[in-house]
């Protein structure tokens, strides 16, 4: 029974810590597709964001200034996909290949100049807080006997809950995202240039406008999933950090039918099965390359099985011309 | 507009031609053996190709090249080392390095197990070497680490420093060479300690930080308080994990304690510098063999990383530990089939728990 408390705790936990990366990243996502333009590149964008997240981290000391950087850096990223999709309508996919590209070429090659040759940084002293903490220690001493059990060092709500500050952001934006698109005029008008942007043209919308800022922030969403990667969940960046997990949130996003509360699920369903393959695939005869697949084939068959026809923004991927 | 785009085309396009020509002119094309056998000269020169990875890697490469400078500094020899950028520049950088009359071309890392095959055969007065891998022909010398020895000393290191009887070991792999890290530190862990519970997981994947940091967590939330990785990036989150629960780990390859001082009691070592510095010097004496050559313990090319950490207790059973591989007295199991003959099947799954 403990044994069986403890794996839960080591799931839930795992869950929380694969999450945010990919929330972030999928936020970032929902924000292009929704407005029209497909960017492949937020792989990329997460991979600058992660670096730029470890490298600041390590040369100011100040998490949370470093976890801005990392998302100015991924806007900026992000702002060349806007120039090349928007302005110049070339093709969304291969701007988005090369960003990709781009990305981890530069971010090797500025922490070779910054780190003496290096391609890994030097770990930050301090990483994102762990703001529960106070709360926790401040439960556990001050509340009567039984409560106080909850909330003891290395508990079970503890052990779950107690993560950086980066994964509650992440949730807290989920609400956030969600009041932009459906409760607010800049959230219509976005979705407006996505479906039809003759119309939107027509009454007067600044389509290049609206797409610009939509790309922007999805380079800064998408940079902070990167700098929860390397300023929360490890404390330094290699180039390998990243590694898919942009097409994860991708992914999710087409999951949760481009809708910021289904990109969510999407994100949790990924990461609470990446946990459940570490218990899974501990101290087990099961084969290590089936148990590898449990998040791949789970996701897809949530997909076939619950999910029904996923609703692509009309204007997806099409650069928008006025004159024509 | 059209006009001057075409003429800046094709300005571009001369450009590439002219560098492209540079680039051949510094390695002509493999011309008469006989030109060699002149270039083998009184004085000897090594030289090294990097794999795609750089020669700043701070990793294979980067160590190899820092054996070169050892040979430069101690043997008195001209060392040269050349990068390749894709896996195409293997080929044309060993036969540069011939042309420019290095005798010994080290080739870092099994990529170069292709390329190595092709040219090696037309080369047969070059003496080559490759990490980490084997060729088989008369000039190739296949450098190979004996990692189940500083496995084996990190185990009982490990054992030494558990409070609770209980350690585990996170892998990026599995597979012949793989599996030689956990033979070693399972026997050296069970030879301290015949009682200890040794929890394993295979992440099957070397570059899932999260994935490893969980791994880890699992298993100090299951009483453990010792880890090995021996998985890449995955390896990363294992000691951020100890790092947060501050207990312990142990890192591989190079001293990994930059990483995390407080957490990482030691690591097990693999010091290709060491081993390209032999090289070189049985290159130059004419004493180097084809075949597979294991550089172990013995010749000071695998070991274990000391920090302020380990107890005086701890280093005494390690140094001992040491002395009795390097004696012959204890022969660390490199297969499966070894492993089991010593230490039973049916009491520790290894093989199932790495394998499935």
């Given amino acids: 029974m403990q044994q069986m408390i403890r794996d839960i705790a080591v799931i839930l936990n795992a869950t929380l810590m694969y999450t945010p990366p990919l929330l972030f990243a999928a936020l970032g996502s929902c924000f292009s597709e929704k407005c029209g333009v497909v960017n492949i590149g937020i792989e990329g964008m997460m991979t600058i964001g992660a670096f730029v997240g470890a490298a600041a981290g390590y040369y100011t000391g100040n998490p949370w200034l470093s976890f801005l950087l990392a998302g100015v850096a991924g806007g900026l990223l992000a702002l060349f996909h806007a120039f090349a999709c928007i302005t110049c309508r070339a093709n969304q996919t291969i701007s988005g290949t090369a960003i990709n590209f781009l990305s981890s070429g530069v971010s090797v090659f500025v922490c070779r100049l910054l780190f003496s040759g290096n391609t890994e940084t030097i770990p930050v002293s301090n990483k994102l807080p762990l703001f529960l903490s106070g709360l926790f220690s401040w439960c556990a001493e001050h509340l009567p ?62 389509v290049a406008g609206v797409r610009y800022i939509c790309v922007i922030l999805s380079g800064i969403l998408a940079g902070l999933g990167g700098a929860s990667l390397t300023l929360a969940t490890v404390s330094a960046f290699r180039p390998s950090i990243v590694l898919g997990q942009g097409f994860i949130a991708m992914a999710s996003v087409i999951f949760g039918r481009f809708r910021p509360q289904g990109a969510m699920l999407g994100c949790i369903l990924f990461a609470f099965c990446s946990g459940l393959r570490v218990i899974v695939g501990s101290n087990t005869s099961i084969s290590v390359n089936l148990i590898s697949m449990i998040p791949y084939v789970a996701t897809i068959l949530c997909l076939v099985l619950f999910v029904g026809k996923s609703q692509i923004p009309a204007a997806s991927g099409l650069p928008y011309e006025k004159s024509k | 507009m059209k006009k001057l785009f ?62 070169m400078q050892k040979a430069h500094d101690e043997l008195g020899i001209d060392v040269k080392y050349y990068e390749s950028k894709t896996d195409a520049d293997y080929e ?23 390329a190595l095959s092709e040219i090696a055969p037309q080369y047969p007065d070059t003496k080559f070497a490759i990490i980490d891998a084997y060729v088989d022909e008369p000039n190739v010398t296949g450098i190979n680490f004996a990692s189940e020895q500083c496995s084996y000393l990190v185990g009982v290191l490990a054992a ?31 030879d301290t300690n015949p009682d200890i519970a040794i929890q394993a997981y295979n992440a099957n994947n070397y570059a899932d930080v999260a994935g490893g940091k969980s791994a880890a967590l699992h298993m100090y939330a299951n009483d453990a308080d010792v880890v090995y990785q021996v998985a890449g990036s995955t390896g990363l989150g294992v000691i951020e994990a100890a790092k947060e629960k501050g207990l312990y780990a142990i890192g591989v390859e190079v001293d990994q304690s930059y990483l995390a001082p407080e957490a990482v009691i030691t690591s097990a070592l693999r010091l290709i510098d060491n081993a390209v510095l032999q090289v070189c010097q049985a290159a130059m004496e004419d004493t180097l063999e084809g075949g597979i050559s294991m550089y172990d313990l013995s010749n000071n090319c695998v070991g274990y990383a000391e920090t302020d950490l380990l107890s005086a207790e701890a280093l005494s059973a390690v140094q001992d530990a040491q002395a009795k591989i390097i004696s012959g007295e204890i022969k660390v199991p490199r297969t499966n089939d070894d492993f089991v003959a010593k230490y039973g099947a049916g009491l520790y799954t290894l093989d199932e728990a790495l394998n499935g």
């Avoid at chain 2, 020169?45 to 090249?65: E, L, P, R």
């Avoid at chain 2, 892998?171 to 399972?186: E, H, K, P, Q, R």
Wanted: charged share 10%.
């Fill in chain 1, 145 to 206: 006997a039984p409560l106080a059990g909850l909330f003891r060092p290395n508990g079970f709500l503890d052990n779950v809950f107690n993560t950086y500050a980066s994964t509650y952001l992440a949730f807290l934006a989920v609400p956030i995202v969600w009041y932009v698109f459906y409760r607010t005029q800049f959230g219509l008008r976005l979705r407006a240039v996505g479906e039809y942007p003759r119309a939107a043209d027509t009454l007067g919308i600044h």
């Fill in chain 2, 92 to 114: 044309a950088n060993m036969i540069t390095a011939i042309d420019e009359g290095y005798n010994l071309i080290i080739c870092v890392g099994y990529l170069m197990v292709d």
């Fill in chain 2, 6 to 67: 075409a003429a800046l085309l094709s300005a571009a396009m001369l450009l590439s031609l002219v560098s492209c020509g540079g680039d051949t002119a510094t390695s002509p094309a493999p011309s008469a053996p006989a030109a060699e056998s002149e270039s083998v000269s009184s004085t000897f020169k090594a030289a090294m190709v990097t794999d795609v990875g750089g020669i700043n890697d701070q990793s294979y490469n980067s160590m190899s090249w820092a054996g």
């Fill in chain 2, 160 to 190: 030494q420093m558990s409070q609770t009887g209980n350690i585990g070991l996170v892998m990026g792999g599995t597979g012949d060479a793989m599996n030689l890290f956990a033979f070693g530190y399972y026997a050296g862990a069970l």
